[in-house]
């Protein structure tokens, strides 16, 4: 574009027209006379290039129309010609100032769109140094219900930490629901926020953090976390997320993204189930598709004993000993997050698993 549209040959177009613009030899302009004298229709002309010797200078005829001198000490004539100027000129310097601003207004944008490419070289380089995997995804149509992704990892989360972040597989073709449940701190939050950022840099046309990514356009991406308390007092944790869920419903579309962090956990255990269930259940029927992270074992189960063939339910790792993979696998939900893990800890750091802790 820049060879195309701002070449050498325009370039000396432009520096040509600002050089007549400077009006070194004076301003011509074109006028007609109103009804009360005034001029009107001031038009600024070009000044013909005629260059004469010496002698055709002195024997050339005079200009053909009539000349008159202002006196020195004319302030309102010269006023009266000052203004005769600026308003001939005034339509070529608005022109001339919107020529400028979309010439450099078209830099400004290559400088921003130049950084997010520079920004992405970066960030592939940092990545790579750390031995993290790198690919370009496959998006397909909007509306396939395609997502299938292999080491996927959270991007931020390995930018945070010096060694590589664990990877997580997964084929959810076909699947508008995916529930995810398990261990507490067993990478369940970090899971659903690399796929949001995988399809965010999809869509951008970047790379992803995985060894291969694969789903379907979306129109827009929402995300429903929960939140701090409300410092000011004003509403409280349960309606303040009602609210929001409120303000995405009247925005979200048809093949959507929604991803569900912990939601409605601020009531009690009868119905944050099944006001999750029945708000899943309306976003489904509007093709909107879902990752939801929740502890709540009744909404959790709903589906699963339902065996519904667009739902997909994914477990946090946890071994024997306590340990966490961080590592989402294929499971039914459990009743149980093993709270009782992180108690253990924190309050009794010395007790080996298996044991009795009032005993200690």
């Not at 006028?31 to 004469?52: F, H, I, M």
């Not at 999809?202 to 992803?208: E, H, I, R, S």
């Not at 519904?308 to 989402?328: H, M, N, Q, S, V």
Request: aromatic share 8%.
């Amino acid at each position: 574009m820049i060879r195309n549209e701002l070449d050498d040959g325009y370039l000396a177009t432009v520096e040509n027209h600002l050089t007549e613009l400077k009006f070194r030899k004076g301003v011509l302009l074109s006028a007609e006379l109103g009804d009360w004298n005034e001029s009107t229709k001031l038009v600024l002309r070009k000044v013909p290039n005629q260059r004469q010797n010496w002698l055709g200078r002195i024997l050339g005829k005079g200009p053909p129309g009539y000349t008159f001198h202002l006196a020195e000490r004319d302030e309102a004539g010269a006023k009266i010609l000052s203004e005769m100027r600026h308003r001939g000129i005034s339509r070529v310097a608005i022109a001339l100032a919107e020529s400028a601003d979309h010439v450099l207004s078209f830099f400004r944008m290559l400088k921003t769109e130049l950084a997010f490419y520079a920004g992405c070289l970066n960030l592939r380089d940092r990545l790579v140094a750390k031995g993290e995997p790198v690919c370009f995804p496959e998006p397909v149509r909007m509306g396939e219900r395609k997502h299938r992704y292999r080491g996927l990892y959270d991007v931020c989360l390995s930018l945070h930490m010096q060694g590589r972040v664990v990877g997580n597989s997964c084929d959810a073709d076909g699947k508008s629901l995916t529930i995810i449940t398990g261990a507490n701190q067993g990478g369940k939050s970090s899971f659903v926020r690399s796929i949001g950022l995988a399809q965010v840099m999809m869509q951008c046309g970047m790379f992803v953090g995985a060894e291969s990514f694969a789903a379907d356009l979306c129109p827009a991406l929402f995300t429903h976390y929960g939140r701090e308390e409300d410092a000011t007092m004003k509403s409280g944790k349960f309606d303040e997320e009602m609210a929001r869920m409120s303000g995405i419903v009247d925005g979200i579309k048809p093949n959507s993204l929604l991803l569900f962090n912990e939601s409605f956990a601020a009531t009690n255990e009868r119905e944050g189930p099944e006001i999750a269930k029945q708000i899943v259940c309306a976003l489904l029927e509007k093709r909107v598709k879902i990752f939801y992270v929740t502890h709540l074992y009744e909404f959790a189960r709903t589906f699963f004993d339902r065996k519904a063939g667009d739902a997909i339910f994914l477990r946090a790792e946890r071994k024997a000993d306590g340990a966490r993979t961080f590592r989402l696998l294929e499971g039914e939900p459990l009743e149980t997050s093993y709270g009782e893990d992180l108690y253990r800890r924190i309050f009794c750091p010395d007790v080996l698993p298996g044991m009795n802790d009032r005993t200690v």
